[in-house]
């Protein structure tokens, strides 16, 4: 795969070798020609040390934790900014970050690489999850349009399943320690109107709406039966995406742009039958979660403006740019959306529908304890989910969990 280089200027660090640390899943064959043309670019050597997915994150904070000037360069996920953030592991970039970049980067994209004030990344597959629909399932009920409430998606499944189109309508993933269990409690606990914490930092998600939602998730598996039992088992958006593919289900949730998968006859047996739409709406509108990632310098590197100038490169509008038009990769600034050649693509991505939903995302807290508090989340629900506990009961014992995390780490 060819990239054209963006710039025929001279070099400036062509005796600097950077290192980044990636799992086999990252280094695509768009990606390693983006890294390429960025050599080319700047003059950099980039040296990729790839680790299983599972150890990333160990060993990154390993070096980190250690002062050790390990890593030049990481992503970094929303979830865990605050954390890296505020333990000085990341290298402010205030002073590089114009104020043509700032107001170029789309608004959820700058929180994934924005804390406290604090510019700590630019974006990277600034992503959020899309409502995906089986149109033809939907009009082989009798319906012509998709479901526009959360009444209306429980209505409208059962009778998918009642009609004998599709068992289990609804697909989740709600296997044991998985993310997607805390970002699905999140959007519900929104879409119903209600907030995790109040303005203080108190937990509330054991009151009013956050019992309300743990109880809907309870009720769609065990009541309505319109999720399969077996996604508390489940886990990967791939996974989703697949069952959807294989005719097993109506709706889902998924991350970035997977039309350009499910809707390409050659990957898809069932090309052409799925579409975008807001997500349901409840009391509290329509809502879905972001899940902005980022490119960081570490604060530990002993060459951060070279790590600066390869970022610019890698993570700014050209670069993402083509890890969209290869990819499909949500690209996280304003002009990149407004690029012809992207605006084309997007339109077989969702178009319309896909970034009216951008203007209604939700995000998880930022907590300098999210991950510990994000576990307490996916432990509570998957009691409840798998009838050991009540949601009060669920949800009263993460409240004193979190309060318990809030005076250890102080805040």
């Known amino acids: ?7 025929a200027a001279t070099p400036r660090f062509t005796d600097v070798t950077l290192t980044l640390i990636d799992n086999p899943e990252g280094q695509t064959e768009a990606q390693i020609a983006l890294q390429k043309r960025c050599e080319e670019q700047t003059g950099i050597q980039l040296n990729v040390e790839v680790v299983p997915h599972e150890q990333v994150r160990a060993k990154l904070l390993a070096a980190l934790s250690a002062k050790l000037p390990t890593y030049d360069l990481f992503y970094v996920d929303i ?4 954390q890296y953030a505020a333990a000085g592991y990341t290298y402010p970039l205030d002073q590089f970050v114009t104020q043509q970049m700032r107001a170029d980067i789309l608004p959820f994209a700058e929180k994934g690489v924005t804390y406290d004030g604090k510019w700590m990344g630019l974006p990277w ?10 149109k033809k399932m939907l009009q082989d009920a009798g319906y012509d349009h998709p479901p526009r409430t959360w009444d209306e998606l429980i209505e409208m499944s059962i009778t998918l399943k009642q009609k004998g189109i599709v068992k289990y309508p609804m697909v989740f993933s709600w296997g044991a320690n998985y993310e997607q269990i805390t970002v699905d409690y999140v959007m519900l606990v929104k879409s119903l109107g209600g907030e995790l914490f109040d303005a203080q930092g108190n937990p509330i998600f054991n009151q009013g709406d956050g019992v309300k939602a743990l109880q809907m998730m309870y009720d769609m598996m065990h009541v309505y039966e319109i999720v399969d039992p077996a996604a508390i088992t489940l886990i990967g958006g791939g996974k989703r995406r697949d069952i959807m593919m294989a005719g097993q289900g109506a709706f889902v949730f998924l991350w970035g742009t997977p039309l350009l998968v499910m809707n390409n006859p050659e990957k898809s047996p069932r090309a052409g039958e799925f579409d975008i739409a807001l997500a349901p709406a409840g009391p509290g509108g329509s809502y879905s979660v972001a899940g902005p990632m980022g490119w960081a310098i570490s604060a530990y590197s002993r060459n951060p403006e070279a790590a600066w100038e390869f970022l610019q490169c890698i993570a700014g509008p050209e ?13 996280g600034w304003k002009s990149v959306l407004e690029d012809p050649e992207v605006a084309m693509k997007l339109k077989e991505a969702g178009g319309d529908a896909m970034l009216q939903q951008a203007t209604f995302l939700a995000l998880r807290p930022a907590l300098p304890y999210y991950s510990e508090w994000s576990a307490g989340v996916q432990k509570a629900v998957h009691e409840v989910l798998t009838k050991q506990k009540m949601p009060q009961q669920a949800l009263d014992d993460l409240a004193i969990y979190t309060r318990e995390l809030t005076a250890k780490y102080g805040q």
């Open 1 to 7: 795969m060819e990239v054209t280089p963006a710039s």
């Open 79 to 82: 979830i865990d900014l605050p």
């Open 125 to 134: 597959k600034a992503e959020w999850m899309s409502f995906v629909y089986n």
């Open 319 to 331: 670069g993402e740019k083509f890890m969209f038009l290869q990819e499909g990769a949500p690209p």
